[in-house]
């Protein structure tokens, strides 16, 4: 079956910087998505990779390995407005989509 | 530019009653998606279409109905509302070049 894993929850400190993972286990594979999703609100996209590499935007950046079926967000400098859910979401052969349940980020002072 | 627009964004219904979500976008997306997406569960898909005219069951379609007469909007239909119903439904369309989707802001809906 298709299956898409990341953590819960995860906690970090204002300022510093969090790495949240999501493998993946899909019918093929055309590609890697990650949205952030604020409490109440609509998904927005961050960032897509279809090749094995890192790929900065700002301070967040996205991670892919497709052997291993593997990505991490990864999210510098924190503040408090990051506080949200990250949705983790893979798109198969037949370009659907594959959303993971999301990680609920918790950013402290 | 408005985006997505969904309405309406909030809407209480007894069980039994029907409703239409309505769903416009101004990319002239060719692909829109209704999901569902309830407490710690991730988007799960309804229906979707990929063109004017056409629509396709997804995930978890069952007493559902869509409708795509024209290309701008997506309209999803429940014809005897349950409890089981009670969610956030989120529309979406898709720029088919990045396959990012762009969503509305959502319909909540409670069924008692």
């Known amino acids: 079956g298709q299956n898409i894993d990341q953590p819960t929850e995860m906690t970090a400190t204002e300022g510093a910087i969090v790495q949240i993972n999501c493998t993946y286990q899909?019918?093929?594979?055309?590609?890697l998505f990650w949205y952030q999703q604020h409490a109440g609100e609509a998904p927005t996209f961050l960032s897509y990779?279809?090749l094995d590499g890192l790929e900065e935007k700002g301070r967040f950046s996205s991670f892919l390995s497709r052997s291993k079926g593997y990505s991490y967000l990864l999210l510098k400098e924190l503040q408090m407005k990051d506080s949200a859910s990250y949705l983790c979401v893979s798109m198969d052969s037949n370009y659907q989509l594959i959303w993971g349940a999301g990680t609920k980020l918790i950013i402290k002072p | 530019n408005a985006g997505v627009t969904q309405t309406p964004k909030f809407r209480v219904l007894k069980t039994g009653q029907s409703m239409t979500l309505l769903c416009a976008q101004d990319m002239n997306h060719e692909y829109m998606y209704w999901y569902r997406q309830d407490p710690g569960m991730g988007l799960r898909l309804i229906h979707y279409s990929v063109g004017e005219g056409t629509t396709a069951k997804g995930e978890v379609p069952d007493g559902y109905n869509v409708s795509r007469l024209k290309k701008q909007n997506f309209l999803l239909g429940l014809e005897s509302a349950a409890p089981s119903q009670t969610s956030v439904y989120f529309c979406a369309s898709r720029r088919t070049e990045t396959g990012e989707l762009f969503f509305g802001e959502g319909s909540r809906l409670t069924v008692l």
């Open positions: 990779n279809v």
């Open positions: 899909t019918s093929g594979f055309n590609g």
